[in-house]
């Protein structure tokens, strides 16, 4: 049997060391409401799925390189959506609710005249889209009226709305909102103008969708590159010397021995993002993040479960 364990003797004790200080860090975060939505005793939890020194290592790295959201967070990206995203957007392509939507943060909240909607793209408020329309609608304070879901585009068309905002916690590789977008029928809505408005969104997803939908124009409160992915964004060089493709077996080699198959060990698409909000972990994230069985405790919930 192929030996996974990668870690020299010698090497030992400054990796257990710079898993203490990893994991004294992120209590730390909780103590401080940096990482709300995760508790000690969870992730206390999780710090003991990994027994071995390599596992132990592994998992540290994880946490040392993971991009966190909580819903603080969120409130703020999507201030940061509506105040300057959007209204930036709304500039670059020269549309008339430019200087309108410069105000969205106080107009959505106390008009019913600015013919705009947002677009809930899922049925219900636990799906990442309808929880973004629930924390703006509800919890932000936009008019209720200012919402609509995928199917009610064409309603609202017909009684004269001309600009649709379709709302998401993130894009990454963009084939979950290409699906979405596949089922509306742009020639119905010629001049009609569409935006999708995102917390976060990376490269990959941004290229796919601006291929595709050269019309659709987008926004978003942060941008992700190629080293939000795990494999990407470690060090690997400190405190031990190791490779990609060495880290790469050893997971996928300790998935297998936990119990768990080597399906999208990833994500589904395979773009072993570290990066999760504290209400889901987006499905093209590393997998190690949630993943649970009898014997292995997930740290945070997989989106929809």
Known sequence: MEDFNFIQDEDKESVETYVESVFSRSEMFIDMGIWRGIDKVNLRAWR???TT???RYFSALVLDNLTYRTEDHVKSMLIDLFTIGIPNAFRLNADELYETMRFSLTLLKNSKDIPIRIVNTNRTSTQSSGYYAFMLNHVMGYHRDYFCDLDEIEEH?????????????IICS???????LQQIDFQKFKDARFYIAACAMHDEGMRLLREKYSHVKYAYAEHLTQNVSFLDGVDYSFPVTCTRDILDGFYKNMLKEKGFGAKHPYGIIGMGLNYAFDKSV????????HLHNEYFNGLLKKRGS
């Open 157 to 169: 068309y017909h009684k004269g709305i001309r600009h649709f905002i379709l709302i998401d916690d």
């Open 174 to 180: 963009g084939e979950q909102i290409d699906t979405v």
């Open 282 to 289: 987006p499905n093209d994230c590393i997998a190690v993040l």
């Open 53 to 55: 020194v390599d596992e």
């Open 48 to 50: 003991n799925n990994f």
